[in-house]
């Protein structure tokens, strides 16, 4: 069965530090993984996604994540963290052929302190 | 394009009251998703639609039915409400469900008492 772990609830960062969340993923194949950013009282919005190729894949508002095949994570990153990227983080992952449904992790909190 | 928009904003119910979350994208999308989040629990599929004409559970489907209209409309019902389907509800919709990133709707906060 597919499944996704963020294993940090909250991740506190201070403003222009780099941040880090962490995912990481159990699968079958080669996965298709997501990361989504959703703001207070507002639904989910897409920040990147691996599908294939290059390992390192940029997204919206200076986000990029490192898909890791062997230690199966794709950690979201970000060289200096903004005040304004304080939301709550969501990696998902869905298994490469067969069923449409996507797998959501149970969210990380990003706390850029000012 | 106003993409993916869900009504109501808020509800409350009586435990046993039906009723019925409506949900349209105008981005022309082949597939739709009902998910309902939970704190702690991050986003749980209920059910989904992989084109026009089809549907089929998620990871939480019972108590819940669903009618994708058309192409543009994709509604979830609840047939007799409990306090356990308390959530806050999203509808998301993509190209199709291969590769391609997922939209969402605003919300429906809803309360069963």
């Known amino acids: 069965a597919q499944s996704v772990a963020q294993p940090e609830d909250q991740v506190n960062v201070a403003e222009g530090n780099p941040l880090t969340v962490k995912c990481t993923y159990s699968v079958s194949g080669n996965p298709y993984l997501f990361w989504y950013v959703q703001y207070p009282n507002r639904g989910l919005q897409f920040l990147l996604k691996?599908?294939?190729?290059?390992?390192l894949v940029k997204g919206s508002y200076g986000f990029e994540a490192e898909f890791n095949k062997s230690q199966t994570s794709f950690h979201l990153k970000k060289p200096s963290a903004l005040v304004s990227d304080s939301a709550l983080y969501f990696c998902?992952?869905?298994?490469?052929?067969?069923?449409?449904?996507?797998?959501f992790g149970t969210g990380t909190r990003l706390k850029v302190l000012a | 394009n106003a993409g993916v928009t869900q009504t109501p904003k808020f509800q409350v119910l009586k435990t046993g009251q039906s009723m019925t979350l409506q949900c349209a994208q105008d981005m022309n999308h082949n597939s739709m998703y009902w998910y309902r989040q939970d704190p702690g629990m991050g986003l749980r599929l209920i059910y989904y639609s992989a084109s026009e004409g089809t549907t089929d559970k998620g990871e939480v489907p019972n108590g819940y039915n669903v009618s994708r209209l058309n192409k543009r409309e994709f509604s979830l019902r609840l047939e007799s409400a409990a306090p356990s389907q308390t959530s806050v509800y999203f509808c998301?919709?993509?190209?199709?469900?291969?590769?391609?990133?997922?939209?969402f709707g605003p919300g429906t906060r809803l309360t069963v008492l």
């Open positions: 691996y599908i294939t190729g290059d390992n």
């Open positions: 998902a992952v869905r298994a490469p052929s067969g069923t449409y449904k996507y797998i």
């Open positions: 998301a919709s993509s190209v199709s469900g291969g590769r391609d990133e997922q939209f």
